[in-house]
């Protein structure tokens, strides 16, 4: 089990304002089934690392379909085996 | 004004359990006067781009009298000159 | 078509010297058929952007494998549809 | 002494291309006096911490020159102080 945070940037949009890309972006994480935090920069999700990676495949495949010509994702994965991470357990550092 | 996400990783601490060399870091920016939230994958401030630097310089310090012997930082900044983010505002995408 | 820097830290290894852990992880990259070049701070891959997930989830497993316990992955994807980037191409900006 | 990748994307720029942006940044760095090295998704510098961070902070005033309205910086920093990093000793795991 791992805790990832993910976060897209549209290129080339116009206006600096990049909400209605990031907008369907949410929507697909927040269908996932996985838990999730939106933060101010990136969303958390909790949940294992191959399920995480198919989450972003899906996020990259909507900020597309939202028009965007091209889009840096970024992405940090933390996954402990001895003691799984969890969205709030990390908060409580 | 920007908002920036800082993230820490002392590597060779033996437990892979960190608070110890993180709680340090944490009181540095409770104490830095800018404003900031404890986030699952990093602590996000909102400040002028020069002071978060600074900060960064202060937590970098305060990791190695912690007794980390090598450190990872990840420091992502989102500055915009137009309408300068906030904390609050970057979470209601 | 993407460029994207995959980057693996272990966490609680004893030694701050990572090196026997990131060398399952490179072979796992080398072999994967995907163009790459192993850059200072990480390494660059070029290829679809699934295909570079999968590989993140190759490497993940790849470095349990070589022991880790704790494991931060940090990834970043460019990824561009009207002129697909490439690593020698983003050299020359 | 350690080993920086640092990363800026300006945004709302209306073509997906963004070269006219970081050309300013690479001449800045360049005449740093830091060691550098120009990656696929990034530039690599080598020196201490806080001239490191001085540097982002002129990158960062660079880029808004060039005309950005709003700037992501990605910054990654591995400092080492038992086996101080090099840019050379960092390719070969």
Redesign the interface.
């Known amino acids: 089990m791992a805790?990832?945070?993910l976060?897209l940037?549209?290129?080339?949009?116009?206006?600096?304002?990049?909400?209605e890309y990031?907008?369907p972006v949410?929507d697909v994480i927040a269908s996932s089934g996985l838990k999730y935090?939106?933060?101010?920069?990136?969303t958390?999700v909790e949940g294992p690392?191959?399920e995480i990676?198919?989450l972003?495949?899906r996020c990259?495949r909507a900020i597309?379909e939202a028009g965007a010509?091209?889009?840096?994702?970024?992405?940090?994965?933390?996954?402990?085996?001895?003691?799984p991470p969890t969205?709030e357990g990390?908060?409580g550092?």
Chains 1, 2, 3, 4 share one sequence.
């Open positions: 805790v990832a945070e976060c940037f549209p290129l080339g949009t116009e206006s600096p304002s990049v909400g990031l907008r949410i935090r939106v933060c101010p920069m990136g958390v690392v191959d990676l198919e972003v495949e990259h597309l010509k091209r889009v840096v994702i970024s992405l940090k994965i933390d996954d402990r085996i001895d003691k969205i990390k908060v550092v």
